[in-house]
């Protein structure tokens, strides 16, 4: 257990979308007291001097620091005090106490004065923040883009035969041009309405494609000015570099080693020994975006970096597999990586 000052409390929080609940805890693990707060800043307010009403504040465990409970790492973060991310309390332990907000709280509060929760959250304050948001944005319009284009090869394939012959020569690009520029006219038939249809999906299309460009110009001139040296790297461009940033947030020192980093990426070894076996296993954990933005640097290195080329020849002659290369391969990307992230100004 983390030694606490006698008189201090550690707090624990479980955060909803209107609601916070509260608790905090002695030195001995004692419930001090409990309470509910409004998630808005003034419920912020009155949720400190609360808990500093009750005792000195050690720090205070939080659940959901990146969804419901920003807002109030934030907050607590700013006011001086000590914040630790709390997962939500394991399916063994809500089984033997029940499920409730006070005790998820009196939960997140024991794991917090334990050392149980000890990982730092992410400031969320700067420009990793605004990647990350950028990001989410990119990633939908990404995703309607798709969803239109394959909308689009849907109506054309099942249009009616005179328009569906004009049609099939044409690639996606050329598809989209056409469709864009349509005039369907009334509404008079199958053939009209399968025409203004494919209008609307392909100048939304066109208009996704404006979307993501700017996005796409707005990350590039972000991520030049905060992390020039890693997207100097070889294999580094704009999106694994805001990946990568992203993960690591913009407090990195947050990280404690290059260890923690390459499990937050989801590409440290496990050990899975039993008995006279002696065995690591894939991590599967971890952020899965950073675990593909270096799976992805990988394999542009080793398509056209020399050493990585030489290193990939190497240990195929020794018998490993192309997955096992690779998985080497990023443990040893993390380790470059982190070592840029840490050197950021953010």
């Known amino acids: 257990m983390t030694s606490v000052a006698d008189g201090s409390i550690v707090g624990g929080v479980d955060t909803h979308k209107d609601l916070h609940v509260a608790a905090a805890v002695d030195g001995n693990g004692r419930i001090v007291g409990t309470g509910a707060f409004p998630a808005t800043a003034a419920?912020?307010?009155?949720?400190l001097r609360w808990l500093r009403g009750l005792g000195r504040v050690e720090r205070v465990g939080v659940e959901g620091t990146g969804s419901y409970g920003s807002g109030l790492a934030r907050h607590l973060a700013a006011a001086g005090v000590e914040v630790v991310e709390v997962d939500r309390p394991d399916r063994r332990l809500r089984r033997r106490r029940g499920k409730s907000d006070t005790v998820d709280a009196e939960a997140a509060a024991r794991a917090a004065l334990s050392g149980t929760a000890s990982g730092t959250p992410k400031a969320r304050t700067g420009t990793a923040e605004m990647v990350r948001v950028l990001r989410v944005a990119r990633r939908s319009a990404l995703?309607?883009?798709?969803?239109?284009?394959?909308?689009?090869?849907?109506?054309?394939?099942?249009?009616?035969?005179?328009?569906?012959?004009?049609?099939?020569?044409?690639?996606?690009?050329?598809?989209?041009?056409?469709?864009?520029?349509?005039r369907?006219?009334?509404l008079n038939s199958p053939t009209a309405a399968t025409r203004a249809a494919m209008t609307a999906v392909a100048r939304r299309h066109l208009a996704l494609d404006a979307e993501i460009a700017g996005l796409d110009a707005e990350l590039e001139r972000l991520l030049a000015a905060a992390a020039p040296d890693l997207l100097a790297r070889h294999g580094v461009g704009v999106d694994t570099a805001g990946a990568l940033l992203v993960a690591a947030g913009d407090n990195p020192h947050r990280l404690r080693s290059e260890r923690s980093f390459a499990a937050l990426c989801g590409v440290s070894p496990l050990d899975a020994s039993s008995g006279r076996q002696r065995r690591h296993r894939l991590n599967r954990g971890g952020d899965r975006q950073a675990n593909n933005a270096l799976w992805r640097i990988v394999l542009v290195r080793m398509s056209n970096d020399p050493r990585t080329r030489d290193y990939v020849a190497r240990r195929t002659a020794e018998g490993r597999t192309k997955r096992e290369i690779m998985r080497c391969l990023k443990r040893y990307v993390a380790r470059e990586v982190y070592a840029e992230l840490r050197t950021l100004q953010l």
């Open 184 to 186: 369907p006219g009334p």
């Open 143 to 182: 995703k309607a883009r798709t969803q239109a284009a394959n909308q689009l090869h849907a109506l054309r394939d099942a249009a009616p035969t005179e328009l569906r012959e004009r049609l099939r020569p044409l690639r996606t690009a050329e598809l989209l041009a056409r469709a864009a520029r349509f």
């Open 43 to 47: 419920g912020y307010r009155r949720l």
